[in-house]
């Protein structure tokens, strides 16, 4: 049957892992639908790390998305893992999956119950795409421009870093700085 590249991430992806072969992958489509939000996992709990609206803020718990609670999608996302016994791994990588739930579920908007300082509120939110999703980032003026700044308070330096995965000219320049 002939399959888009999703599909096909979908179908083989979990015969990967199943089989335990962590050589061969296939990267997610490019043109995927992401939430204007990151999700983190923390002890089987979801929560917002990060957002682009102002309707869900950050630290929001998760509660459901469509109706589906969060231990589920948990459940149903860990098909997709290398690592299933180093839970701090495994929680980063799954993660990662659950951004990409409008994409895997073929929908451009959802409804999600959530949790924050104490009062449960459902709404629905409409995906963007990944592309998007980076412009608005790039766009927002909360968020620093650099991926390293230092900033001195009297005797004491500050030095922020927003990734250590630095290569390239990215390293020479972030070099250069120090």
């Known amino acids: 049957k002939p399959m888009d590249k999703l599909e096909l991430y979908k179908t083989v992806v979990p015969l990967f892992r199943y089989l335990n072969d962590y050589h061969c992958d296939v990267d997610i489509p490019s043109d995927i639908l992401v939430f204007p939000f ?6 089987n709990d979801i ?11 950050v630290k929001s718990k998760i509660l459901k998305i469509d109706d589906v609670s969060s231990k589920e999608i948990i459940k149903e996302f860990e098909q997709y893992l290398y690592i299933k016994n180093n839970a701090d791994i495994k929680e980063r990588f799954l ?53 390293y700044d230092f900033e ?24 250069e700085f120090l």
């Open 152 to 175: 001195r308070k009297g005797n004491i330096g500050i030095l922020r870093i927003s990734t250590f995965k630095l290569e390239g000219r990215l390293f020479a320049d972030f070099k």
């Open 47 to 57: 929560y917002v790390s990060f957002s682009l609206i102002d309707d869900v803020p």
């Open 95 to 147: 993660s990662r999956y659950l951004t990409y739930i409008p994409t895997f579920r073929n929908k451009k908007s959802v409804e999600i119950e959530f949790e924050y300082n104490g009062v449960k509120k459902k709404i629905k939110i409409d995906a963007i795409t990944r592309k998007e999703a980076l412009k608005k980032v790039q766009e927002d003026k909360k968020i620093p421009r650099t991926l």
């Open 38 to 43: 990151t999700l983190y996992v923390i002890d």
